[in-house]
């Protein structure tokens, strides 16, 4: 199948926002006319220091968030050209996370947590889906512990089973080591770049860890709201 | 998208997340669904109580007998009846003769209450539900002791000998007139044709008894009213008794005032647990949306979740409330009847009503709201604030009002009760921060917990001089009531003192004053608070009055004091020095409610016919008159005697010991020209109706106690989640737990300091305002309430903040720190 859009891109997109500051008057740029193209499979890490834009970017690629000026392209849809309705359409079928903070319901059991975007979709079989998943991920005796009974560790591997569990082609991660120790986020890394490849996920990667960035095929650099491909790092 | 909902409903109730919404919504409909109950039930009982004084349900008292056609009606409707025939006649027995008022009445009399007989005058005697039977005479203990009679002797009446089976000691519907003070006997209504004593001419007075249900008395009382003669009236069991319509008047608004309390404090609670629950959601709501779920199925989620929870919660307190108001009637078992085991619907409505109506103002608008979270907020670390939504508050506030004035239908209770919760919020709130700005002063002086903790005071300024606002609001409410209730209480109390006069004496002539005093004394009769009042019929001829209330004749009474109990409200009493001089000009004092009923004007000349004489007096001042005082009253009182000394009559009151009731007969004989009134039954069915009312207005004041203890509750949960964080972050640097209990303390005590002091200045203005306005008595401060509610105020929410939050202190922080 072809498309006359692209996969995953942006076109000029720029972010403004008010200057909190009541003293400044000029408002801050967040991004600056930001252009990428990212094809299907793909992997792609956005690296920058904190507070370049990164999540911003992140949250705006996944239809989270709209820009201030540009296009943007998620899964060959114009996600400028969509409302809240639509955005949230397409997520439910070509989008899932990895949050830096894991972001797991509290009141929800390690595999209720999984099943989650399952029953969002309508699954009948979510249960047994999670169960696998959670078993991909080593927890499988876990199902049933809350995200507080879990150590930074097992939540972000419960984190992950409950991203591909959703079977998205395009999977958007946000620092997914960022609270994790070293050990514990290699382990982590280890088993998403493992599920990725079995799954032939287009993974997009917001990261500041130069070493996390080097697994992906390619890295986009942000620095003071404009983005620029590395070839080398 | 129902199933989604209540599985994830499901998981944040086992999760505790809904407990505290779900909690005050099941109490918001118990409350007020109990309450109803309860006042239902007050009421009917208050009804049933004076059935009894009237002996039916609805009494039709007529000059003229009843005609036929009517009593066939009630018939087929159908309608329980009894007919009582009332007439005046000499009797006579073996050792004496009386006049005496004769009531011949019919077999099913009496329809409600109970009749006490004895076998010995003034005997405690025991309860009968009808009358004598044919050939029998029932004489009460006055007339049995004019008689010289005793048990089984014969009293002839008319044509007609009738045996004495039972002594009559009360009955249902005792006369409580001054004018039927005779002393009396209970014929069979099938013995009146033999007795002759009822000719053409006589006068005799009717009464037809109906007692069934209201909607067929309704109808009845429809039907009959056109075509009711001048001589003919309906009197209902409200009407018997001023002193208990006073009361009950009274009882009830305080119980509808309770009930809207109770209604306004769970709205409150509602709103504090939906806007936490609202925030916790956030971040849920966020998560849902990156998922994939859109707005509008978020609303329907939230919609199905609340209507589930509306559902349960309707299962629970329903039943609840029943059970609730089974044990209230338990309770209270000695004092009010129960009417019928079958509830009433209305109660039901009422609360469910309230239920749905507090899920839909309070809960469902910032649950919608919550559609409108970005979904990118799961990617930022803080966490979510929600800033006051205006709109919501709105509908919140439309809510009450509705709902106050559905559960109160009255204007005056709802607006004084909303304009005065706006108010005091407002003023709260500012005189709130202005005392927490005080309080950082403090911080200087103060301990390492003590400092820690007015600080965080200070920096949540404006969360707490909300917080404050609410704990006062929710105190101020609680306060007020407390102080209505005790207010009512004793005034109630006050009106029925253990030595209210139970016996007025009647046609006391000048020279058995003296006599009277001997013969009650030999009797070992108190003779203390013997007070003689001097009578006379008048009828008021000059201006000429076209209102029948005018053209009435009403006793009078003159005297150089102003009377006990009343008190003059325009005008001034006469000067007493001058009242004996025969030049100074005739005066005379009137009620309030008969002077503007009759349009007289201070200082107009009034002629009355007294006993054939006309007597001009000049209008000199209008009197109040506390009619439910059970003191002698009087409509006109003048400024001097009317009649001369030796052919005036005397009324005298006075308090009969249940032990000295049996020296009555012996006094009686000594003095046979002295009638009587026995007003003993209808001051005990008061003083019933009085604990009876107290004990009802305890029990609701516990629930509505229950209510604001559920804001307290929620208030401090809504906070909860902040201080356990802050409370991690301060062990994580080192803070032992006994500080961060002390930090808490601090904070809630000084919460509960600045609350309770503001609560209790404004239960004062509250209270004020709700004594005059609403139970038309004269204002009382209480200063004790100045002293005792900053401290009650500290201790109450201080020990709420620390039991509330002592999972803060003992919670591990890195676990704390991990959820947030």
Redo the contacts between chains.
């Keep these: 199948m072809s498309y006359s859009t692209p996969f995953l891109a942006a076109h000029n997109v720029s972010q403004v926002v008010a200057n909190p500051q009541a003293t400044q008057t000029n408002d801050l740029h967040i991004l600056q006319d930001v252009n990428f193209t990212i094809e299907a499979g793909q992997s792609v890490a956005i690296v920058g220091a904190s507070g370049s834009g990164k999540t911003t970017l992140l949250g705006m690629m996944a239809g989270l968030d709209s820009p201030s000026h540009g296009q943007l392209f998620l899964a060959h849809k114009d996600l400028t050209q969509l409302g809240e309705e639509g955005r949230a359409e397409l997520r439910k079928h070509h989008v899932s996370f990895i949050f830096q903070n894991f972001q797991l319901l509290p009141s929800l059991t390690a595999l209720e947590n999984i099943m989650l975007p399952l029953e969002v979709k309508g699954s009948s079989d979510a249960s047994a889906l999670a169960h696998q998943y959670l078993n991909h991920v080593g927890l499988s005796e876990r199902g049933h512990h809350y995200p507080n009974q879990l150590s930074g560790g097992e939540q972000q591997r419960v984190a992950i089973a409950r991203a591909f569990a959703a079977q998205a082609p395009i999977l958007f991660a946000d620092e997914p080591t960022g609270n994790l120790d070293s050990e514990t986020g290699h382990h982590i890394i280890e088993l998403l770049f493992e599920l990725n490849q079995q799954h032939q996920t287009t993974l997009v990667l917001v990261t500041h860890d130069l070493q996390l960035a080097q697994r992906c095929q390619r890295r986009l650099s942000l620095t003071a709201g404009k983005l620029t491909e590395l070839t080398n790092v | 998208m129902f199933k989604?909902a209540a599985?994830l409903a499901w998981?944040?109730w086992?999760?505790?997340?809904l407990s505290l919404l779900f909690i005050a919504l099941v109490l918001a409909i118990t409350s007020v669904t109990s309450i109803s109950l309860f006042t239902h039930q007050v009421k009917q009982s208050m009804v049933a109580q004076g059935a009894d004084l009237i002996a039916a349900d609805l009494r039709l008292n007529s000059s003229q007998p009843v005609p036929e056609f009517w009593l066939s009606k009630a018939q087929d409707l159908p309608l329980q009846q009894a007919q009582v025939s009332q007439f005046q006649a000499m009797v006579f027995a073996d050792q004496g003769m009386q006049l005496a008022s004769i009531k011949a009445v019919s077999k099913n009399h009496p329809l409600r209450g109970e009749i006490t007989v004895g076998k010995a005058a003034f005997d405690l005697g025991q309860a009968v539900k009808h009358g004598p039977k044919q050939g029998e005479i029932w004489p009460d203990s006055r007339l049995l002791a004019s008689l010289n009679a005793t048990l089984n002797d014969t009293i002839d009446v008319g044509q007609l000998s009738l045996k004495i089976s039972q002594i009559l000691i009360t009955e249902p519907d005792q006369p409580s007139g001054f004018a039927s003070f005779a002393p009396s006997a209970m014929i069979n209504l099938n013995d009146l044709a033999a007795t002759e004593a009822v000719q053409t001419g006589s006068r005799v007075t009717y009464r037809w008894l109906l007692a069934g249900p209201d909607s067929a008395l309704n109808n009845l009382q429809k039907q009959i009213t056109p075509l009711l003669t001048n001589g003919q009236k309906w009197q209902s069991p409200t009407d018997g008794n001023a002193n208990m319509a006073a009361t009950l008047d009274k009882a009830e608004q305080f119980l509808l005032l309770a009930g809207s309390l109770a209604v306004v404090l769970a709205g409150v609670a509602l709103s504090l647990s939906a806007r936490r629950y609202s925030l916790r959601q956030a971040?849920?709501v966020a998560?849902?949306?990156?998922?994939?779920?859109?707005?509008?199925?978020l609303r329907l989620l939230y919609l199905s979740q609340m209507i589930l929870l509306a559902l349960l919660a309707l299962l629970i307190s329903l039943p609840l409330a029943w059970g609730l108001y089974q044990g209230l009637l338990l309770l209270v078992v000695d004092y009010i009847q129960a009417s019928s085991m079958i509830p009433p619907l209305e109660p039901f409505i009422l609360g469910a009503g309230t239920g749905t109506l507090c899920l839909l103002a309070f809960v469902l608008p910032p649950m919608l709201a919550l559609a409108k979270v970005?979904?990118?907020q799961?990617?930022r670390?803080s966490s979510s604030q929600s800033k006051t939504n205006m709109g919501h508050l709105a509908i919140g506030f439309s809510a009450v009002i509705t709902l106050v004035y559905w559960h109160s239908q009255s204007l005056l209770i709802s607006s004084a009760l909303i304009v005065g919760v706006v108010i005091i919020l407002i003023l709260l709130a500012l005189l709130a921060n202005l005392l927490i700005k005080l309080g950082n002063k403090l911080r200087p002086h103060l301990g390492q917990g003590g400092k820690i903790g007015l600080a965080n005071l200070a920096r949540r300024k404006h969360q707490n001089s909300l917080q404050v606002a609410i704990f006062g609001l929710a105190l101020m409410l609680l306060f007020s009531l407390i102080s209505v209730r005790t207010f009512l209480i004793d005034d109630w109390q006050q009106q029925l003192t253990k030595d209210t006069p139970n016996l007025f004496l009647f046609n006391i002539y000048q020279q058995q004053r003296e006599s009277l005093v001997d013969s009650m004394e030999q009797q070992g009769l108190t003779t203390q608070a013997l007070t003689f009042f001097p009578i006379a019929r008048a009828r008021l001829t000059e201006p000429k009055m076209h209102n029948p209330r005018g053209d009435r004749e009403l006793n009078l009474t003159w005297s150089q004091n102003l009377p006990l109990g009343n008190s003059i409200s325009e005008g001034q009493w006469w000067d007493t020095s001058d009242t004996d001089a025969s030049n100074s000009p005739l005066e005379v004092s009137i009620e309030i409610d008969y002077a503007q009923d009759m349009g007289l004007i201070l200082g107009q000349s009034l002629t009355f016919n007294v006993a054939g004489t006309q007597h001009e007096a000049i209008f000199s001042n209008i009197r109040e008159v506390d009619w439910s005082s059970m003191q002698p009253n009087f409509f006109f009182v003048f400024s001097r005697p009317l009649v001369e000394p030796n052919s005036a009559s005397y009324m005298a009151s006075v308090y009969i010991a249940p032990q000295d009731r049996s020296k009555l007969g012996p006094l009686l004989r000594q003095q046979p020209t002295i009638s009587m009134l026995d007003v003993d039954q209808i001051l005990q069915q008061v003083q019933r109706v009085v604990a009876q009312l107290s004990l009802a207005v305890e029990s609701i004041l516990v629930m509505v106690l229950g209510a604001g203890i559920l804001v307290l509750v929620a208030s401090i949960q809504a906070s909860i989640d902040e201080r356990r964080h802050e409370s991690a972050i301060l062990r994580t640097l080192g803070a032992s737990k006994s500080l961060i209990r002390s930090i808490l303390l601090v904070e809630y005590a000084s919460l509960g300091f600045v609350s309770g002091l503001i609560a209790g200045v404004s239960a004062e203005a509250l209270v004020a305002v709700l004594q005059n306005q609403l139970f038309q008595m004269p204002i009382q401060f209480h200063w004790p309430l100045w002293v005792l509610t900053p401290f009650t105020g500290m201790l109450i929410i201080g020990a709420c903040g620390w039991w509330f939050n002592r999972t803060v202190v003992t919670a591990p922080p890195l676990?704390t720190l991990?959820?947030t």
């Design positions: 989604l599985r998981r944040d086992r999760g505790g997340e971040k849920h998560l849902l949306k990156c998922l994939g779920l859109k707005p509008n199925q970005a979904p990118a799961v990617l670390q676990r991990r959820q």
